[in-house]
């Protein structure tokens, strides 16, 4: 993804079950586990260019969510 500018960025994920996100390869969000839906939040320094997300998700049951905003801070 591109980045406008440099500064910081807040990443919300939501996801039912089982989620990692990355940012150029740095974990920043985990949560690896059986859930309802639910939300994690990370804060991430990034300069200005282009940046890769990485998302490992698994799903066991039941509905499914996976959800990833990305908005500047």
Not at 42 to 59: K, N, P, W
């Amino acid at each position: 993804f591109q980045v406008p500018e440099r500064g910081r960025y807040s990443l919300t994920a939501v996801s039912d079950d089982g989620i990692r996100v990355y940012v150029d390869d740095r974990l920043v969000i985990e949560d690896w586990s059986l859930h309802a839906p639910k939300r994690d939040e990370a804060m991430v320094a990034l300069d200005e260019g282009e940046h890769t997300i990485r998302i490992e998700y698994f799903q066991i049951q039941g509905a499914a969510a996976l959800v990833l905003d990305i908005s500047p801070r």
